[in-house]
């Protein structure tokens, strides 16, 4: 005599495999999911930055000064005490007081947007290369100030990037490196030449 249907262990042993399977399928979806918000977060960032640049070398005027100012530049500022958000800001005040920009994020005066990063995203670390190709990290400032700036002025589409607070010293290239909540990342690469690209990080 044949019985038809399942037994117990037969229905508890399927039912597990099915549960295994969802499990691994919703995380690699989860997974994937936060590596396309952490791309899309970059190419917005990317973004951002090519509108300091075209801001920087259009007819863009800025009335942050008393008379309206076409000739100053527009920039990108970057705080590594500040892992959630970052600024546009146009180059009209000097850190000693005056008019006329110093190529730095001086103050509020010079305050365009504020953007915010959301979701467990977080700028991770903020780094410019030198001429000889040493990749300095902001958090090693001895100025204190763990900031880049990123500049664009008129007439030419280069990027004029200057870190830790010093007007002095400019260098060839920087790279912004977000993180997502899961551990991807993805950095944001802007070269001297005006070039910004967006390209994965170990």
């Not at 970059?42 to 008379?67: D, F, H, P």
């Not at 500040?82 to 005056?98: I, K, S, V, W």
């Not at 467990?120 to 290369?129: D, K, L, M, Q």
Request: charged content about 20%; overall charge positive; glycine content about 12%.
């Amino acid at each position: 005599m044949s019985s038809k249907g399942f037994t117990l262990i037969e229905l508890a042993v399927t039912i597990g495999i099915m549960a295994v399977i969802t499990a691994v399928t919703l995380a690699n979806h989860s997974k994937f999911g936060g590596n396309v918000m952490l791309r899309n977060l970059a190419y917005e960032m990317a973004l951002i930055i090519r509108e300091a640049q075209t801001y920087g070398i259009s007819v863009k005027k800025s009335s942050k000064v008393n008379t309206v100012n076409f000739e100053a530049g527009y920039g990108v500022h970057f705080d590594a005490r500040e892992q959630t958000r970052y600024l546009m800001f146009t180059d009209t005040h000097r850190a000693d007081g005056g008019t006329g920009g110093d190529g730095i994020y001086t103050n509020a005066l010079e305050l365009v947007t504020i953007y915010t990063i959301g979701r467990g995203y977080t700028i991770n670390g903020i780094y410019a290369i030198g001429n000889d190709g040493t990749r300095i990290n902001a958090q090693n400032c001895a100025t204190g100030k763990p900031v880049l700036d990123i500049l664009f002025k008129r007439p030419e589409p280069d990027a004029i990037i200057r870190l830790c607070g010093d007007e002095r010293k400019l260098y060839n290239s920087a790279e912004i490196e977000l993180k997502a909540p899961r551990g991807g990342k993805m950095r944001v690469r802007v070269e001297v030449s005006g070039q910004i690209s967006v390209v994965g990080a170990n």
